[in-house]
């Protein structure tokens, strides 16, 4: 065999085994699609664990923000204090503050500390107007506030005006709209408040929001929310006179 022809068996050669085709050749099953550069394997590997790294931090932002209302599981805790209730609307007119396993709730959503004595690093306003099965439905006072384990919700209520009070010794506290209701202990979500389940409609300062319970309250919104047919004459509302509460 001459020198040139030496050189194409070699080259010949090398081809296959870069390929798989020589292994193959040498009694070994060949893999469908030829075989896989190292430098492949190196990059697929570095992908799977970037992708790997990328959903545990997901994992860990959700895990650690603040409620039910924005992902995951319901805690148990809240479920069980929700009411599925319906009320007697001349006795009742609505349901009242639950204030079982309260502080375990306020713990389960991840809600900031409140007292009435700490100096609020967030502290503001929203105005919620609720009709539930037609009727104008008012939220009661004292919502979050347990008077007899002197427990204080940084989401709670004065007076049964819809005026919902976020005070907090954290800066930047944004809860969703969610917690208003799980601090109340009443159930909220696309289909039902309470025991009725007519399908919900929600309003933010006039304008149609589909967000409900994942709705992030800032200061001075204006929410109106519907459940089942809305009433006649319905109109929801835009503003509210804050100045003359003095807030």
Not at 80 to 98: E, I
Not at 99 to 127: C, E, K, R, W
Not at 187 to 207: H, P
């Amino acid at each position: 065999m001459s020198q040139r022809q030496k050189q194409r068996t070699n080259e010949n050669k090398a081809r296959r085994l870069g390929t798989g085709e020589g292994i193959s050749r040498k009694g070994r099953r060949p893999s469908s699609g030829g075989g896989v550069p190292a430098w492949a394997w190196v990059v697929g590997g570095a992908i799977l664990v970037a992708a790997i790294a990328i959903v545990a931090a997901i994992v860990v932002t959700r895990g650690g923000s603040s409620s039910s209302g924005t992902s995951g599981a319901t805690p148990a805790v809240i479920t069980q204090r929700n009411s599925t209730a319906t009320f007697d609307p001349v006795s009742q007119g609505t349901w009242p503050p639950n204030y079982d396993n309260l502080q375990q709730a306020i713990a389960a959503m991840g809600l900031p500390a409140s007292s009435a004595t700490m100096a609020y690093q967030t502290h503001f306003h929203v105005h919620i107007t609720l009709y539930v099965d037609g009727r104008k439905t008012p939220i009661p006072s004292q919502v979050g506030i347990d008077p007899s384990t002197q427990t204080l919700a940084a989401i709670h209520t004065h007076d049964d005006t819809g005026i919902i009070h976020m005070e907090a010794g954290e800066k930047h506290f944004a809860p969703p709209l969610q917690d208003v209701f799980n601090v109340w202990g009443v159930r909220f979500n696309s289909q039902c408040i309470g025991g009725y389940c007519g399908g919900v409609e929600m309003w933010v300062n006039g304008t149609p929001n589909t967000q409900l319970g994942k709705l992030t309250l800032q200061d001075h919104q204006v929410i109106t929310i519907v459940e089942g047919k809305q009433p006649a004459g319905f109109k929801p509302d835009t503003t509210y006179p804050w100045a003359a509460k003095g807030l």
